[in-house]
C-alpha cells in the first residue's frame, strides 16, 4: 500500500510534466503501437471484407511466408537492393559532408542576418513535395524546351533525352537529395558548433593553429558524438528509400528502370498492378526488421570503438 500511495504521490507532483507527455504517449499508442499488430497481415492472403479489418482478417487465409517471395524470388530482387542501399549509402555520405560543411561555414559568419537568410534559403527546398520539384526539374531537362538542352544547343551541341538516358540520373538523384536536404540537415550540426566551448578555439590560436587546423583539431572532434548519433539513426532507414525522388522526379520512366528502381517503387508498381495489400505488408515489415537490426548493429559497433558516442 505505501508504494502504491508513493507512485501516485509522484504521479501528483508531476502532473503537469505528465499531461504535457501525455498526447505524445496517446499518439505513439494509436498510430505505431496498435499498427504494429496489424503485421499478421504479411503472413495472410489478405482479402478486404465488407464486415471490417477485423473480419478482413479472421477471414484471410494464412499462408506463412509466401508473400515474402515477391522480393526474393523476383529476377529484379538484386537490381532493387543494390539501388536501395547504394543510393542510400551515398546519401548518407554526402549529406554528412555537406551538412557539417555548412554548417561550419555559416558559424563562421559575423553578419547574423547573413545567417539568418542563408539558413531560411537552405531550408526552403526541405518544405518542398517532390511533385513541386518534379515541375522544376522538368523545365530543365525537358527534351525540347528544357534549359539545359537550349545550352546546350545554343553551344553547338546535341540535346539529351534525358528521360531516356539512364547514366544521367545517379548524379541528378544525389544532387537533388543534398539539395534539399541541406539546411534540415545542418541545422543540429550548426547548433553543436555554436555550443562549443570558445576557450578550445583560443587555446588553439595561441598555440599558433591556422582556421583549417581549428576545424580539424577542436571541431570535427567535437561533433563527433553527434554525427554518430545521427548516422546510427539514419543507417536504421537505409532499406528505405525517398519514393518521391524515385517515382515522380523521373517521371516513372520505363527507360530509366535499372537506376529508379528501388524497394519503394518496385512495392508500390507491384501493389498497382495486383493489389495484393499482404505482399505490400510483407515488403514494409521487411524492410522494418532489416532496418532495426542494422540499427542495433552500427549501435553495437559504434559502442565498442567510442561508448560515449552510442545511442544505447
Request: aromatic share 18%.
Amino acid at each position: 500500500m505505501n508504494k502504491k500511495k508513493g507512485f501516485w504521490q509522484k504521479v501528483w507532483q508531476f502532473k503537469a510534466l505528465i499531461l504535457m507527455a501525455l498526447p505524445g504517449f496517446i499518439w505513439f499508442i494509436f498510430f505505431f503501437y496498435i499498427p504494429v499488430l496489424a503485421n499478421v497481415v504479411a503472413f495472410k492472403d489478405f482479402h478486404i471484407s465488407p464486415d471490417g479489418f477485423l473480419a478482413s482478417l479472421s477471414n484471410s487465409p494464412w499462408v506463412g511466408f509466401e508473400n515474402f517471395k515477391f522480393l526474393f524470388a523476383s529476377s529484379d530482387a538484386w537490381l532493387i537492393t543494390r539501388n536501395t542501399l547504394l543510393y542510400n549509402i551515398v546519401f548518407l555520405a554526402f549529406n554528412l559532408f555537406f551538412a557539417i560543411a555548412f554548417a561550419i561555414v555559416m558559424s563562421e559568419l559575423r553578419n547574423k542576418k547573413a545567417v539568418k537568410v542563408y539558413h531560411t534559403m537552405s531550408l526552403l527546398p526541405y518544405f518542398l513535395s517532390w511533385v513541386v520539384i518534379s515541375y522544376f526539374v522538368y523545365a530543365f531537362l525537358s527534351p525540347d524546351k528544357g534549359i539545359l538542352n537550349q545550352w546546350i544547343t545554343n553551344a553547338g551541341g546535341e540535346g539529351i533525352n534525358w528521360y531516356a538516358d539512364p547514366k544521367w540520373w545517379p548524379l541528378i538523384f544525389v544532387v537533388l537529395n543534398v539539395w534539399k536536404s541541406l539546411g534540415y540537415n545542418s541545422i543540429i550540426y550548426y547548433a553543436s558548433v555554436m555550443g562549443i566551448d570558445p576557450t578550445y578555439y583560443e587555446a588553439a590560436m595561441v598555440d599558433g593553429a591556422s582556421k583549417w587546423q581549428q576545424i580539424k583539431n577542436v571541431t570535427i572532434p567535437q561533433l563527433i558524438p553527434m554525427m554518430s548519433v545521427l548516422l546510427i539513426m539514419n543507417i536504421g532507414g537505409i532499406f528505405r528509400a525517398d519514393f518521391g525522388l524515385f517515382f515522380q522526379v523521373p517521371k516513372n520512366s520505363g527507360a530509366l528502370y535499372q537506376v529508379t528502381s528501388v524497394l519503394d517503387t518496385y512495392i508500390y508498381n507491384g501493389l498497382t498492378a495486383t493489389g495484393d495489400l499482404g505482399m505490400t505488408a510483407a515488403a514494409g515489415l521487411y524492410q522494418s526488421v532489416v532496418g532495426a537490426c542494422l540499427l542495433l548493429a552500427a549501435n553495437f559497433v559504434v559502442r565498442k570503438l567510442e561508448p560515449d558516442s552510442a545511442l544505447f
